[in-house]
């Protein structure tokens, strides 16, 4: 089954205590991104990625890093969390860099920090 | 302005009905035009991307004015499963990876 997947689901933290959220897709896509969504907000990208190694900013990176070692797995580090960073995060992937392709995103991660 | 408006709704319709959604863009050179459903708490999956010429796929039309700069969604015979939040996504342009969401327009459909 074509899926992205995200680990954890959930996850409540204290400030400053470094987390990693993974995210793998099986579909082979070259294109991968993080978002969070917030009320009232929508969803904001973070980072993507247009292949291996290759990596971007998206409109807020801040506070935020990611990498792309591998096609499949796009990890979302977060080296000291704050609680301006609870929110829902979602990753997704689509075939290639190009916005007509359809986004395929995971099941989101809901972290809290306190 | 933002990129993607939408009406943040909530939208409450009875089953049965008839709504539409309208969507509107800033962009004139945006080239790719879609609608997500989200239900509550899970992710944004396609509902349908949106063609210069309209398309519909069942009970759901989609219509793009260029002119104007702004998609729409109509839901004919609205069902209990259509409650969820609809998203308006747009695409800068071929080749570019931007694509902003709208906040999303709330329905419930009510028994």
């Known amino acids: 089954e074509a899926q992205v997947t995200q680990n954890p689901r959930y996850l409540i933290t204290v400030t400053g205590k470094k987390l990693t959220v993974t995210c793998s897709q099986n579909?082979?896509?070259?294109?991968m991104s993080w978002y969070r969504q917030d009320p009232g907000l929508g969803l904001r990208q973070i980072y993507y990625?247009?292949?291996?190694?290759?990596?971007d900013k998206g409109d807020v990176p801040e506070g935020y890093k990611v990498s792309r070692k591998e096609k499949r797995n796009f990890p979302l580090i977060l080296e000291s969390p704050s609680p301006n960073q609870t929110s829902l995060y979602f990753c997704?992937?689509?075939?290639?860099?190009?916005?007509?392709?359809?986004?395929?995103f995971g099941p989101g991660t809901r972290l809290t920090v306190t | 302005r933002k990129e993607v408006e939408q009406d943040p709704g909530p939208f409450n319709v009875p089953e049965g009905a008839t709504v539409a959604f309208n969507c509107t863009y800033s962009n004139s050179a945006s080239q790719s035009f879609f609608w997500y459903r989200q239900d509550c708490r899970k992710e944004p999956k396609l509902l349908m991307s949106v063609y210069s010429s309209g398309n519909e796929d069942g009970r759901f039309t989609a219509q793009l004015n260029r002119a104007s700069q702004y998609i729409s969604l109509l839901i004919r015979d609205s069902k209990l499963s259509d409650s969820a939040t609809y998203l308006c996504?747009?695409?800068?342009?071929?080749?570019?990876?931007?694509?902003?969401f709208g906040t999303g327009t709330k329905l419930q459909v009510i028994p």
């Open positions: 990625s247009m292949n291996v190694e290759v990596t």
């Open positions: 997704a992937s689509r075939l290639s860099l190009a916005g007509q392709y359809e986004q395929y």
């Open positions: 996504v747009v695409s800068s342009r071929w080749g570019y990876q931007k694509v902003t």
């Open positions: 579909m082979n896509h070259e294109y």
